[in-house]
C-alpha cells in the first residue's frame, strides 16, 4: 500500500512552453502533497505544501506565479512549471501524506524535466 | 533553523560488512530525524525515524540509528550489508510540526560483492 505515482516521469521542452506533472497517491487519501526540487548532488528542496481544496504554501524564494500548484482532489496535485526556463531543469519529486501527517510521506518516483 | 549534513557522498563496502552512514544535524529545537532510501527511478522511502521517544530506533530491512544528542548525530547503521542494500541515502530534519523539512545531501551506498 501507500504508493504514489508521478507523471510523467521524463519531459523535455522548449524554453517558454509550461509543463505540467501529475502526481497521484494510488492507494490511499492525500489530505496533504509535498512538491520537492533536487538537483545534482544537492539535497531535496521542499518548494511548497499543498493541502487538499486550499491554497498551497510556498517556501520562500519558490515562485507562486512560475510553479502552479493544484490540488484539486484527495488523490490528485498537479504542479505546473510555466513559462519554462533552461534554469528549471531539475528533477521534480512529489510526496503525499494522510491525515496531515507530515512525518509519514510517501514520495513518488519523481519527474526529469528538461527545458531546451 | 534546521540542516543535515551528511558525511560521505559515496561509501563503499564489501558484502556482509558492517554499513555506516553519517548524519549531523543542526537544529535550534528539539529534532525529528529520518533516514530515507532511494532506490535507482523509485521514489524515497522512509526507513526509520527518531520523533523523541526512544534513541535507537529501528528500521526496516535490518537498518538502525542511534539519536546522540552530545553529539547531534543520527547516525544509520547495518551489521551486515547486502547487494540489496546498494542505493542512495538520504538523511532529514524537521521540528515538531513539521513546517521546516531539509533533507541532507544524499549518500550513495556501493556494496561489493
Known amino acids: 500500500g501507500a504508493v504514489v505515482s508521478q507523471h510523467p516521469s521524463r519531459v523535455i521542452c522548449k524554453s517558454g512552453t509550461s509543463v505540467k506533472i501529475e502526481c497521484r497517491s494510488l492507494?490511499?487519501?492525500?489530505?496533504?502533497m509535498f512538491w520537492y526540487r533536487q538537483f545534482p548532488k544537492q539535497s531535496l528542496m521542499l518548494m511548497a505544501t499543498?493541502?487538499?481544496?486550499?491554497?498551497?504554501?510556498?517556501e520562500q524564494g519558490v515562485e507562486k506565479d512560475k510553479f502552479l500548484i493544484n490540488h484539486a482532489s484527495l488523490t490528485l496535485s498537479t504542479l505546473t512549471v510555466t513559462s519554462a526556463h533552461p534554469e528549471d531543469s531539475s528533477f521534480y519529486i512529489c510526496?503525499?501524506?494522510?491525515?496531515?501527517?507530515?512525518?509519514?510521506?510517501?514520495f513518488g518516483p519523481g519527474t526529469r524535466l528538461t527545458v531546451l | 533553523a534546521q540542516s543535515v549534513t551528511q558525511l560521505g557522498s559515496h561509501v563503499s563496502v564489501s558484502e556482509g560488512a558492517l554499513v555506516l552512514l553519517r548524519c549531523n544535524y543542526s537544529?535550534?529545537?528539539?529534532?525529528?530525524l529520518f533516514w530515507y532510501v532511494q532506490y535507482p527511478n523509485q521514489g524515497l522511502q522512509l526507513l526509520l525515524k527518531?520523533?523523541?521517544?526512544?534513541?535507537l530506533v529501528k528500521g526496516i530491512n535490518g537498518f538502525e540509528a542511534e539519536f546522540k544528542k552530545s553529539e547531534t548525530s543520527f547516525h544509520l547503521t547495518k551489521p551486515s550489508a547486502h547487494m540489496s542494500d546498494a542505493a542512495e541515502y538520504f538523511c532529514a530534519v524537521s521540528d515538531n510540526t513539521g513546517n521546516q523539512f531539509y533533507f541532507g545531501t544524499g549518500t550513495s551506498l556501493t556494496v561489493i560483492p
Open positions: 510526496s503525499a501524506s494522510w491525515g496531515y501527517r507530515w512525518d509519514e510521506q510517501f
Open positions: 527518531y520523533t523523541s521517544a526512544a534513541t
Open positions: 537544529s535550534s529545537v528539539p529534532p525529528y
Open positions: 499543498s493541502n487538499e481544496g486550499s491554497k498551497a504554501t510556498y
Open positions: 492507494d490511499f487519501q492525500a489530505t496533504t
